[in-house]
Nanobody, 120 residues
Framework: QVQLTESGGGLVQAGGSLKLSCVSS???????MGWWRQAPGKEREFVAS????????FTSFAVRRRFTISRDNAKNSVFLQMDNLKPEDTAVYFC??????????????WGQGTQVTVSS
């Protein structure tokens, strides 16, 4: 069973940056990878995904032009660079994996999550 482990969360002021990392215990080259988040009292929502071949990237409207997803298949890792953070970005961020072509919109594999808190 592949396990996903996130890191890089923390407390940051509005306008600041954070970079989240996710390392897989297994090979990710066959998976579309992504990030979801869950804010307090809200449902989980899609943030961004990158295709298995690193050719296609999808981001939600809420984070477009502020967040950048990337992957390194050789290191079985995926990253989320978050810039110009806003208080409404406060959430637990989850690394996810799903099959090729899925865009990770209904992912089967989830990490435990890492907390991101943005102060105003």
């Amino acid at each position: 069973q592949v396990q996903l482990t996130e890191s890089g969360g923390g407390l940051v002021q509005a306008g600041g940056s954070l970079k989240l990392s996710c390392v897989s215990s297994g090979r990710i080259a066959d998976f579309d990878m992504g990030w979801w988040r869950q804010a307090p009292g809200k449902e989980r929502e899609f943030v961004a995904s990158v295709s298995w071949d690193d050719q296609n990237v999808f981001t939600s409207f809420a984070v477009r032009r502020r967040f950048t997803i990337s992957r390194d298949n050789a290191k079985n890792s995926v990253f989320l660079q978050m810039d110009n953070l806003k208080p409404e970005d406060t959430a637990v961020y989850f690394c996810v994996a799903d099959g090729r072509g899925s865009r990770a919109v209904s992912p089967r594999l989830w990490g435990q999550g890492t907390q991101v808190t943005v102060s105003s």
